[in-house]
């Protein structure tokens, strides 16, 4: 008997595992409106972002005719939605999405959003040499398919959003499940 | 007289001249048309031509959507109330934001789509003013020039940019200011005490309105500008969450278990 209450104990358990998430989610998002004596000084067209010392370039993106955005192929440059607001504007999001790995390259520059903490700070530089800082005050990860429209908002107040991939990884597609999107706001 | 189109503009479709029968008498009418639309969004205290960067975040300083009736009367003596001025003032502001959208598609657009748009939204800009400079005009009301520092702060970003950035950031500013438009349109349309003539205007500018958006969602959507519905970024699988392994040797192992315990069951018995 107690043969088979281990081996159903195991088998719940291992069960279990499958189906809880583990927990990927810290801090709160940002979702307050813009502030009412708005800026007009422009923002910056982003360069490079900086996190954890590491500089990585930025480009600008668009978004694809099936909908899905554009990535750099480089998993060591990310890009910038760039109909999206400006680093330094007083309203929008701000929005840079990068690979976590290719199969050629291997980890990529976005890699490191998993492990970023509440308080971490992150930096945009312009192409006019002028840095505008963030700190992170959220971590979210997504089903793709659940990926808030709300990421790519610029009527809100001014915030920084991260974007990659993670989760479970589908070796048959090459994809994973999920999107790990970093919030951070101007400090 | 066919139906004109608007290109783009905040206000109705007949504000625009038929191009190919330039007509005094259609393009009066519909100034006649605008003024009467723009006088509605004035009584009703509505923010119809503010341009901010979101419709459901009002640009500083921008009042809400009407609350006001649309019967609400001038005050003593004829003159305009603080709403109706207040009202008149974004009125002014955004159409001179339209101007000033315009201007910079034509001076900075890259593509032939703004190219194209630009010249379009200045007109319709400048006679959508001239109409609110008309009416505010005939209640006494003083306009001051100028946007709001939202409206500037979206001129400002654009100039910041060049190439296809800027193009899909104007595109996406021009959708913006459409939707505010048809707000205020639809809140006319709803007011019950909004008049028939008003309510016409309304109608008509939600026409031309259609049609603006449709050109611009097509631009929009051509050049990158809409929204993305996914984000794909990761081929290689060395992030993959490794998590998979024990449950699977658990329940394998549980499994295993099981089976034995039930055979060894079986044995005993037999």
Redesign the interface.
């Known amino acids: 008997m107690w043969v088979a209450a281990v081996g159903a104990v195991c088998v719940a358990a291992g069960v279990a595992l499958l189906l809880v998430r583990p927990a990927h989610d810290v801090g709160v998002v940002p979702m307050a409106p813009p502030a009412a004596a708005a800026q007009t000084a422009p923002g910056v067209v982003p360069a490079t972002v900086t996190i954890r010392g590491v500089d990585t370039p930025v480009v600008p993106v668009a978004t694809a005719p099936d909908g899905s955005l554009t990535l750099p192929e480089q998993p060591t440059t990310v890009g910038w939605w760039s109909p999206g607001a400006l680093p330094g504007s007083a309203a929008g999001s701000v929005v840079l999405a990068g690979h976590v790995d290719s199969r050629v390259a291997g980890l990529g520059a976005f890699a490191v959003l998993r492990e970023l903490e509440v308080g971490e700070r992150v930096t945009v530089r312009g192409a006019d040499g002028r840095d505008v800082g963030y700190e992170v005050v959220a971590r979210r990860e997504y089903r793709k398919a659940e990926l808030p429209s709300d990421v790519f908002d610029r009527g809100r107040a001014a915030r920084l959003v991260l974007i990659t991939c993670g989760g479970r990884f589908d070796p048959a597609t090459r994809s994973y499940d999920d999107n790990v999107v970093v919030y951070a706001t101007p400090r | 007289m066919r139906t004109i189109v608007n290109p783009d503009g905040v206000l109705p479709a007949t504000m625009i001249a038929d191009p190919d029968v330039e007509s005094p008498m259609s393009y009066r009418r519909g100034r006649i048309a605008a003024a009467t639309l723009i006088g509605s969004f004035a009584l009703l205290g509505a923010s119809a031509c503010s341009a ?6 009002p640009a ?2 921008a009042t809400p959507l009407p609350t006001a009736s649309a019967s609400a009367q001038p005050g003593a003596g004829g003159q305009a109330t603080e709403a109706q001025r207040a009202a008149f003032g974004q009125a002014h502001q955004g159409a001179l934001a339209l101007i000033a959208l315009g201007g910079l598609g034509t001076n900075q657009g890259d593509g032939d789509q703004v190219k194209g748009l630009a010249p379009d939204v200045t007109s319709n800009g400048q006679a959508l003013d001239q109409a609110i400079r008309d009416q505010a005009t005939a209640q006494g009301v003083a306009l001051t020039d100028g946007l709001s ?2 409206q ?2 979206v001129i ?2 654009l ?3 060049n190439g ?2 800027f193009d ?2 104007w ?2 500013a021009a959708l ?1 200011m459409e939707q505010q438009a048809r707000d205020a349109a639809n809140a006319i349309l709803n007011d019950p005490n909004a008049s028939p003539e008003a309510k016409k205007a309304a109608q008509d500018a939600l026409a031309g309105l259609d049609a603006l958006k449709t050109r611009l969602t097509s631009a ?2 051509s ?19 490794g ?2 392994v ?17 055979l ?1 069951r079986r044995r005993s018995r037999a």
């Open positions: 901010g960067t979101d419709a459901d975040a500083p300083g520092s939202a500037q702060q400002n970003d100039q910041a940019r296809q950035p899909q950031a595109l996406r913006d929009s959507t050049s990158g500008a809409a929204d993305p519905g996914s984000v794909n970024a990761g081929t290689g699988g060395q992030a993959a969450e998590d998979d024990l449950p699977i040797a658990l329940i394998g192992g549980g499994a295993a278990l099981l089976a034995g315990a039930g060894y």
